[in-house]
């Protein structure tokens, strides 16, 4: 079983193929959550399992999966996976290289006439980027989809309701599609590692220890509208000034005493907005990541003294607006070793590192074993631009094979 | 003629009647230029110079005057006024203090009996705020109104017209405003200071020495978008922090070194302006002003500097768009010292100072000796809350009629 290995050609052949669906024309794709070329990606995956003889389920989350059946019904499930969705523009490895490695590792052990005591299942989560929800799919498949997020969604309820419409979801079918938890023996997933540390690093496998977790809040500066030609620069109440303050304090502040974290200023909006006065009011988006709960903490303190401190400075008031916050999800051990195992195995240099971006498996960790590997990537992240090298998607769709067979041995808990 | 003074009675009453004119019953008024509100103000003050028995007169720029005539009919003109329009939403002592001030001087010399060498003229300026164009009727009377200012102005050719419409002018009769500088014997303005100065100094009277330079100009950081989750801090080439840093190093700069210049940042766009990207592109919206030439320059200079060399530390690329410059314009001697002149005579504390915003008498300083004073004023400016004692209001008439008086008995040049 150890001199088991995925078929390269096939694995290209479907990945290419899967790339012409909402091509830009430039390397990336455009498949953003139920648009036509999303659900005609979706087709494209449906009618390649059914060509190739195996079982096709969906839920009511619309998520699509391919299933090779245990011998004894009542066994766990094994799910592998990720999105075939993209960000608007976006590039053609994020989520769909994870769809095509694992299916091509459910198809090796087909091939093989391996008998799995799990039902080995690839699953393509609908709306993982957030066109709509986010992590629609796999949130529903754990069981921890609210109302309250359907009835105000990311994207807007009109943008969502469409959706649904063209992928004849219904909001009582997405509820449904929760799994039982015992009915699960893991989730693994491939995923390109969207940032420079394993290139930089000349590794083969990115072993994910926790995806961090995230808050979104708007901090705004109250100051004073002024003349700029009459008002002498040291009588300002300047807003837009104590914002940009802010921005320079905090990046430095988190380069040097929160190097485990990253601090983002998306935009920002100076009111009245004219050349001519000295702005009144300054809106800053601010959203931060941090790999603990605890650290999430600590950081959104710091970055709160340091707003008040600073509005203050300026003769400013300070409001802010919490947009929400995703609590960081550490990976699972049994699928850290699985994983590290299959790389001994394949004789490739690995290292644990942090996600800095949200997953599937963020959501499939809250009810079973989850984890996830990436492989070396450039070109950044939610661009056409985005690149892996075709040697490290093969070495990754290997590594995923191997950690499943690993996982399917392994008894739950 | 040194015991003279205006009729603080009349002045308030016509101050008071013609704050009601668009008032916005918070202090403030909404009269912008050439709309309904405005021409009702225009029509107010028509009304009262026929009322009072004097020469109405108008011009292709519509601006509106009272004449007071001098016994030889090729005397030279002395000009007296400011501007009926207001910014949207804005205060009832700009500009409108100014016009009723000047009013009230020329019929105290009415009432006096006085025969001046010169015909003395209270001129209501067109659009002096830019709703339309800026100094509108102003830089027509000085003959400095251009097609291509016509063509493209900065409130919009549409609304432009509108206006032009319903005052009944047309772009000829603009051009035909132009005044002989020859016939023009000067110019005098009052306003409020729309600053602390005053107030703060305990100072009855400003002198403006000069009114600043300023220039507009967009600054655009161009930096690289990345996922802000997976690109580390220091791997990202962040146009907004590069805009940030700007602002903080920039206001530290003038504050340092150019403390006789302001900066103002009052707008800034990010892109895409997602919570979850960095910034790849920065557009900053930069005002300047400046005392004379040689410092505009200077200025510019260092912000040009210092934003090349802020972007180039955060890998940036710097562009600009520059979006026009008002040269500064040094007041008149003459008009000074006859300021300084009443000012002794009235035994009112006074000192120079510079405009940190523009005026008629800059359109006017191009063709005849001009000059303004500042009378103390709270509340910045634009603002509803903007305000002067009524006592304050008093002694700058009376400045405006003794400077007058002045200046009527010199010869020009």
Redesign the interface.
Known sequence: MHELRIDEQRFRRDFDELAEIGSTGDGGVHRPSLSPSHLEARRWFRERIERDGLEFRTDGAANHSAVLGAARPDAPTLLLGSHLDSVFHGGRFDGALGVVAAYEALRTVRDAGLELPVHLEVIDFTDEEGTLVGLLGSLAVAGAITPEELASPRGGRAALEQGMRRAGMTEDGVVAAARAPESLAGFLELHI?????LVDGGIDIGIVSSI?G?A?IDLIFVG????????????RRDA??A???F??EV?KR??REFTDC???????E?KP???????GRAEL???F?APSAERMSELETSLLESARAIATGQGARLKTRA?GAIAASACADVCRAAFAEACGTLDLSNTELL????HDTMALARVCPAGMIFIPSTG????PREHAEWEACVNGANVLLHAALGMAQRPRG
């Open positions: 590692e969207q940032g420079p540390r961090v995230m979104s004073r509208e002024d003349h700029a030609g009459t008002t002498p620069m040291d009588a837009g000034l914002a940009a303050t921005m320079t990046t988190v380069r990253v601090v983002n200023f998306g935009r920002i100076l907005g004219a050349y001519n006065i000295v702005p988006a601010v959203e990541r947009l996600s800095g971006a949200g950044g992240s939610h661009s």
